[in-house]
Protein backbone atom coordinates (compact mmCIF):
# COMPACT_ATOMS: atom_id res chain seq x y z
CA UNK A 1 0.00 0.00 0.00
CA UNK A 2 2.93 2.25 0.71
CA UNK A 3 4.27 1.34 -2.42
CA UNK A 4 1.71 2.68 -4.21
CA UNK A 5 0.90 5.72 -2.25
CA UNK A 6 4.56 6.35 -2.97
CA UNK A 7 4.66 6.27 -6.24
CA UNK A 8 1.41 7.92 -6.58
CA UNK A 9 3.09 10.74 -4.59
CA UNK A 10 6.03 10.93 -7.38
CA UNK A 11 3.69 11.16 -10.15
CA UNK A 12 1.98 13.84 -8.80
CA UNK A 13 4.72 15.65 -8.30
CA UNK A 14 6.49 14.69 -11.82
CA UNK A 15 2.88 16.33 -13.10
CA UNK A 16 3.36 19.19 -11.09
CA UNK A 17 6.47 19.74 -12.64
CA UNK A 18 6.26 18.94 -15.87
CA UNK A 19 4.80 22.59 -17.17
CA UNK A 20 8.02 24.44 -15.69
CA UNK A 21 9.74 21.89 -17.35
CA UNK A 22 8.46 22.56 -21.03
CA UNK A 23 8.85 26.03 -20.58
CA UNK A 24 12.39 25.51 -19.32
CA UNK A 25 13.59 23.14 -22.48
CA UNK A 26 11.80 24.84 -25.15
CA UNK A 27 12.87 25.69 -27.94
CA UNK A 28 15.77 22.77 -28.42
CA UNK A 29 15.42 22.76 -32.02
CA UNK A 30 14.72 25.01 -35.12
CA UNK A 31 11.26 26.89 -34.95
CA UNK A 32 9.46 27.25 -38.25
CA UNK A 33 7.84 30.55 -38.09
CA UNK A 34 5.15 30.39 -41.46
CA UNK A 35 4.13 33.80 -43.60
CA UNK A 36 0.40 32.28 -45.44
CA UNK A 37 1.77 34.64 -48.00
CA UNK A 38 4.24 35.06 -50.69
CA UNK A 39 7.71 37.24 -49.94
CA UNK A 40 7.99 41.11 -49.78
CA UNK A 41 4.47 42.09 -48.31
CA UNK A 42 3.56 43.21 -45.39
CA UNK A 43 2.96 39.95 -43.40
CA UNK A 44 6.49 38.40 -45.09
CA UNK A 45 8.32 41.84 -43.45
CA UNK A 46 6.75 41.28 -40.10
CA UNK A 47 7.55 37.97 -39.82
CA UNK A 48 11.12 37.99 -40.65
CA UNK A 49 11.20 41.06 -38.35
CA UNK A 50 10.25 38.96 -35.67
CA UNK A 51 11.97 36.03 -36.16
CA UNK A 52 15.32 37.62 -36.05
CA UNK A 53 14.58 38.78 -32.74
CA UNK A 54 12.87 35.39 -31.15
CA UNK A 55 15.91 34.07 -32.68
CA UNK A 56 17.94 35.53 -30.13
CA UNK A 57 15.94 35.45 -27.32
CA UNK A 58 14.79 31.63 -27.90
CA UNK A 59 18.29 30.74 -28.32
CA UNK A 60 17.37 29.05 -31.66
CA UNK A 61 17.16 29.49 -35.24
CA UNK A 62 13.44 30.75 -36.19
CA UNK A 63 13.24 30.09 -39.95
CA UNK A 64 10.60 32.05 -42.16
CA UNK A 65 8.32 29.80 -44.61
CA UNK A 66 6.41 31.18 -46.98
CA UNK A 67 3.13 29.07 -48.14
CA UNK A 68 1.14 31.33 -49.74
CA UNK A 69 -2.16 30.00 -51.50
CA UNK A 70 -5.91 30.06 -50.75
CA UNK A 71 -5.99 33.16 -48.94
CA UNK A 72 -4.23 31.41 -45.99
CA UNK A 73 -5.59 28.12 -45.94
CA UNK A 74 -2.96 26.01 -47.29
CA UNK A 75 -0.79 27.36 -44.37
CA UNK A 76 -3.09 27.52 -41.58
CA UNK A 77 -3.81 23.69 -42.23
CA UNK A 78 -0.48 22.81 -42.06
CA UNK A 79 -0.28 24.80 -38.64
CA UNK A 80 -3.44 23.16 -37.67
CA UNK A 81 -2.08 19.14 -38.97
CA UNK A 82 1.40 20.06 -36.85
CA UNK A 83 2.78 18.82 -33.63
CA UNK A 84 1.52 20.34 -30.83
CA UNK A 85 4.48 21.44 -29.62
CA UNK A 86 5.67 25.70 -30.17
CA UNK A 87 7.97 24.52 -33.45
CA UNK A 88 5.74 25.21 -35.98
CA UNK A 89 4.06 28.70 -35.88
CA UNK A 90 2.22 31.09 -38.09
CA UNK A 91 1.74 34.76 -38.41
CA UNK A 92 -1.83 35.19 -39.40
CA UNK A 93 -4.10 38.19 -39.82
CA UNK A 94 -7.87 39.28 -40.88
CA UNK A 95 -7.67 36.05 -43.71
CA UNK A 96 -7.92 33.63 -40.43
CA UNK A 97 -11.80 35.12 -39.47
CA UNK A 98 -12.76 35.89 -42.94
CA UNK A 99 -12.29 32.48 -44.34
CA UNK A 100 -15.11 30.72 -42.32
CA UNK A 101 -17.75 33.05 -43.51
CA UNK A 102 -16.34 32.78 -47.24
CA UNK A 103 -16.02 28.97 -47.69
CA UNK A 104 -18.57 26.51 -47.06
CA UNK A 105 -15.99 23.75 -45.99
CA UNK A 106 -12.71 24.08 -44.87
CA UNK A 107 -10.07 21.37 -43.46
CA UNK A 108 -9.69 22.93 -40.08
CA UNK A 109 -12.02 24.52 -37.27
CA UNK A 110 -10.35 27.85 -36.55
CA UNK A 111 -12.31 27.85 -32.68
CA UNK A 112 -10.38 24.53 -32.54
CA UNK A 113 -7.40 23.51 -34.50
CA UNK A 114 -5.25 26.46 -34.18
CA UNK A 115 -4.18 28.35 -30.64
CA UNK A 116 -4.10 32.30 -30.26
CA UNK A 117 -0.30 33.04 -28.94
CA UNK A 118 0.02 37.14 -29.26
CA UNK A 119 -1.34 39.84 -31.17
CA UNK A 120 1.54 41.77 -32.68
CA UNK A 121 -0.36 44.91 -33.97
CA UNK A 122 -3.17 46.43 -36.15
CA UNK A 123 -2.64 49.30 -38.99
CA UNK A 124 -4.74 51.41 -41.09
CA UNK A 125 -6.06 50.48 -45.02
CA UNK A 126 -7.21 53.08 -47.26
CA UNK A 127 -8.37 53.42 -50.82
CA UNK A 128 -5.54 53.61 -53.18
CA UNK A 129 -5.38 54.76 -56.97
CA UNK A 130 -3.15 54.53 -59.91
CA UNK A 131 -2.95 58.10 -61.50
CA UNK A 132 -4.20 56.96 -64.82
CA UNK A 133 -7.32 56.34 -63.54
CA UNK A 134 -7.47 59.98 -63.41
CA UNK A 135 -9.47 60.68 -59.91
CA UNK A 136 -8.45 62.78 -56.95
CA UNK A 137 -11.20 62.12 -54.67
CA UNK A 138 -13.46 59.27 -53.62
CA UNK A 139 -16.07 61.70 -55.15
CA UNK A 140 -14.33 61.78 -58.71
CA UNK A 141 -14.22 57.78 -57.79
CA UNK A 142 -17.76 57.41 -57.52
CA UNK A 143 -18.54 59.47 -60.19
CA UNK A 144 -16.57 57.47 -62.79
CA UNK A 145 -17.55 54.02 -61.38
CA UNK A 146 -21.63 55.16 -61.93
CA UNK A 147 -20.53 56.00 -65.47
CA UNK A 148 -18.61 52.49 -66.07
CA UNK A 149 -20.45 49.66 -63.75
CA UNK A 150 -18.34 46.87 -64.06
CA UNK A 151 -15.22 48.31 -65.93
CA UNK A 152 -13.41 49.66 -62.76
CA UNK A 153 -11.46 46.90 -60.92
CA UNK A 154 -9.86 46.60 -57.21
CA UNK A 155 -6.52 44.77 -56.77
CA UNK A 156 -7.04 42.01 -54.00
CA UNK A 157 -4.62 40.23 -52.01
CA UNK A 158 -7.14 36.81 -52.44
CA UNK A 159 -10.46 35.80 -52.33
CA UNK A 160 -11.81 36.39 -48.76
CA UNK A 161 -8.99 39.12 -48.01
CA UNK A 162 -9.74 41.88 -46.15
CA UNK A 163 -9.26 44.05 -48.67
CA UNK A 164 -11.54 42.08 -50.78
CA UNK A 165 -14.29 42.01 -47.57
CA UNK A 166 -13.59 46.08 -47.55
CA UNK A 167 -14.57 46.43 -51.20
CA UNK A 168 -17.41 44.31 -51.19
CA UNK A 169 -18.81 46.39 -48.56
CA UNK A 170 -17.24 49.32 -50.06
CA UNK A 171 -19.83 48.26 -53.15
CA UNK A 172 -23.04 48.06 -51.58
CA UNK A 173 -22.22 51.15 -49.79
CA UNK A 174 -21.63 53.18 -52.43
CA UNK A 175 -24.02 51.52 -54.80
CA UNK A 176 -21.48 51.17 -57.58
CA UNK A 177 -19.95 47.79 -59.45
CA UNK A 178 -15.99 47.78 -59.26
CA UNK A 179 -14.74 44.14 -60.11
CA UNK A 180 -12.28 42.38 -58.03
CA UNK A 181 -8.93 41.00 -59.60
CA UNK A 182 -7.74 38.52 -56.70
CA UNK A 183 -3.73 38.10 -55.94
CA UNK A 184 -1.49 35.69 -53.72
CA UNK A 185 -0.95 38.11 -51.62
CA UNK A 186 -0.29 42.12 -50.95
CA UNK A 187 2.41 42.29 -52.73
CA UNK A 188 1.92 41.03 -56.07
CA UNK A 189 -1.71 43.13 -55.86
CA UNK A 190 0.01 45.73 -55.72
CA UNK A 191 2.92 45.34 -57.42
CA UNK A 192 0.59 45.50 -60.74
CA UNK A 193 -1.52 48.32 -58.66
CA UNK A 194 1.93 50.47 -58.83
CA UNK A 195 2.55 49.28 -62.44
CA UNK A 196 -1.17 49.86 -63.96
CA UNK A 197 -2.25 46.75 -64.64
CA UNK A 198 -5.08 47.47 -61.89
CA UNK A 199 -6.42 50.50 -60.52
CA UNK A 200 -7.24 50.75 -57.29
CA UNK A 201 -7.00 48.88 -54.28
CA UNK A 202 -7.86 49.13 -50.25
CA UNK A 203 -4.16 48.64 -49.16
CA UNK A 204 -2.58 48.97 -45.93
CA UNK A 205 -0.86 52.41 -45.61
CA UNK A 206 2.51 51.26 -44.25
CA UNK A 207 3.32 49.75 -47.63
CA UNK A 208 1.83 51.84 -49.71
CA UNK A 209 3.24 55.10 -48.15
CA UNK A 210 6.89 55.02 -50.07
CA UNK A 211 4.48 54.90 -53.93
CA UNK A 212 2.51 57.62 -52.21
CA UNK A 213 5.24 59.70 -51.29
CA UNK A 214 6.42 59.21 -54.77
CA UNK A 215 3.14 60.32 -56.40
CA UNK A 216 3.10 56.81 -57.91
CA UNK A 217 -0.19 56.11 -55.95
CA UNK A 218 -2.89 58.48 -54.86
CA UNK A 219 -4.79 58.03 -51.64
CA UNK A 220 -8.24 58.84 -51.91
CA UNK A 221 -9.09 58.15 -48.77
CA UNK A 222 -8.61 56.38 -45.12
CA UNK A 223 -11.02 53.32 -44.31
CA UNK A 224 -10.49 54.20 -40.83
CA UNK A 225 -12.85 55.68 -37.89
CA UNK A 226 -10.25 58.81 -37.86
CA UNK A 227 -7.82 60.14 -39.96
CA UNK A 228 -4.10 59.10 -39.47
CA UNK A 229 -1.37 61.31 -38.55
CA UNK A 230 0.47 59.93 -42.21
CA UNK A 231 -1.65 62.00 -44.07
CA UNK A 232 -3.57 64.29 -41.74
CA UNK A 233 -4.88 65.84 -45.14
CA UNK A 234 -6.41 63.44 -46.60
CA UNK A 235 -10.62 62.11 -45.34
CA UNK A 236 -11.93 58.71 -43.66
CA UNK A 237 -14.54 57.11 -46.45
CA UNK A 238 -17.33 58.71 -44.07
CA UNK A 239 -15.92 62.21 -44.04
CA UNK A 240 -16.31 61.09 -47.81
CA UNK A 241 -19.34 60.57 -47.72
CA UNK A 242 -19.08 56.46 -47.89
CA UNK A 243 -20.01 55.43 -44.18
CA UNK A 244 -20.14 51.53 -42.85
CA UNK A 245 -16.40 50.89 -44.07
CA UNK A 246 -13.85 50.93 -41.59
CA UNK A 247 -11.93 48.40 -41.27
CA UNK A 248 -8.17 47.85 -40.32
CA UNK A 249 -5.53 45.25 -40.87
CA UNK A 250 -4.40 43.14 -37.22
CA UNK A 251 -1.56 40.48 -37.43
CA UNK A 252 -0.90 37.78 -34.54
CA UNK A 253 1.29 34.84 -33.82
CA UNK A 254 -0.40 31.36 -33.83
CA UNK A 255 0.52 27.97 -32.76
CA UNK A 256 -1.27 24.45 -33.41
CA UNK A 257 -3.62 24.11 -30.13
CA UNK A 258 -2.64 21.72 -27.50
CA UNK A 259 0.59 23.32 -27.73
CA UNK A 260 1.51 23.57 -23.69
CA UNK A 261 0.18 27.02 -21.85
CA UNK A 262 3.72 27.28 -20.68
CA UNK A 263 5.20 27.07 -23.99
CA UNK A 264 2.21 29.24 -25.49
CA UNK A 265 3.23 31.96 -22.05
CA UNK A 266 6.37 31.68 -22.95
CA UNK A 267 6.84 32.75 -26.34
CA UNK A 268 4.04 35.40 -25.39
CA UNK A 269 6.46 37.14 -23.07
CA UNK A 270 9.05 36.62 -25.53
CA UNK A 271 7.26 38.82 -28.11
CA UNK A 272 6.43 41.68 -25.43
CA UNK A 273 10.16 41.91 -25.54
CA UNK A 274 10.66 41.84 -28.94
CA UNK A 275 7.65 44.83 -29.39
CA UNK A 276 9.74 46.61 -26.70
CA UNK A 277 12.86 46.72 -28.39
CA UNK A 278 13.32 50.11 -30.18
CA UNK A 279 14.51 48.89 -33.48
CA UNK A 280 11.58 47.00 -34.07
CA UNK A 281 9.29 49.77 -32.62
CA UNK A 282 10.72 51.77 -35.51
CA UNK A 283 10.01 49.78 -38.06
CA UNK A 284 6.53 48.51 -37.14
CA UNK A 285 5.54 52.30 -36.97
CA UNK A 286 7.25 53.03 -39.99
CA UNK A 287 4.76 50.11 -41.84
CA UNK A 288 1.73 51.88 -40.04
CA UNK A 289 1.10 48.78 -37.58
CA UNK A 290 0.64 49.81 -34.31
CA UNK A 291 1.99 47.45 -31.39
CA UNK A 292 -0.92 45.47 -29.10
CA UNK A 293 -1.98 47.33 -25.94
CA UNK A 294 -1.98 46.00 -22.81
CA UNK A 295 -5.56 45.44 -23.02
CA UNK A 296 -4.76 42.56 -25.82
CA UNK A 297 -1.13 41.74 -24.18
CA UNK A 298 -2.03 38.37 -22.96
CA UNK A 299 -3.25 34.86 -25.04
CA UNK A 300 -6.66 34.68 -23.50
CA UNK A 301 -7.08 38.38 -24.29
CA UNK A 302 -5.76 37.83 -27.97
CA UNK A 303 -7.78 34.81 -27.80
CA UNK A 304 -10.95 37.20 -27.24
CA UNK A 305 -9.82 39.50 -29.81
CA UNK A 306 -9.79 36.41 -32.26
CA UNK A 307 -13.57 35.52 -31.25
CA UNK A 308 -15.01 39.41 -31.57
CA UNK A 309 -13.34 39.86 -34.83
CA UNK A 310 -15.20 35.98 -35.74
CA UNK A 311 -18.61 37.45 -34.97
CA UNK A 312 -17.78 41.15 -36.51
CA UNK A 313 -16.94 39.44 -39.96
CA UNK A 314 -19.91 37.16 -39.76
CA UNK A 315 -21.88 40.12 -39.39
CA UNK A 316 -20.40 41.82 -42.23
CA UNK A 317 -20.63 39.10 -44.59
CA UNK A 318 -24.28 38.66 -43.71
CA UNK A 319 -25.27 42.30 -44.31
CA UNK A 320 -23.41 42.39 -47.51
CA UNK A 321 -24.80 38.79 -48.36
CA UNK A 322 -22.09 37.24 -49.38
CA UNK A 323 -22.29 33.73 -50.06
CA UNK A 324 -19.59 31.30 -48.77
CA UNK A 325 -18.03 29.29 -51.74
Not at 96 to 123: M, Q, R
Not at 196 to 213: C, D, H
Not at 303 to 316: D, G, H, M, Q, V
Request: with cysteine; hydrophobic share 45%.
Amino acid sequence: MTFHRRNLLALMSGLVALPQTWAQEYAQKTVRLISPYPPGGGNDTVCRLIADKLSTLLGQKVIVDNKPGGNTILANDIVAKSAADGYTLILNSNGFVINPNFYKKLPFDVSKDIAPVSLIGLTNLGIVAHPSLGVNSIQELLTLAKAKPGQLNFGTSGHGGVDHLAGVVFNQQAGINIAFIPYKGTALAQADLVGGQVQLMFSPLGTAQPFIASGRLRLLAVASANRVSQFPDVPTLAEAGVTGCETFLWYGLMAAAGTPEPIVRRLNDEMGKVLQMKDVLDKLLSMDIHPRGANLATPERFASFIKSELTRTSNIVQTAGIKAE
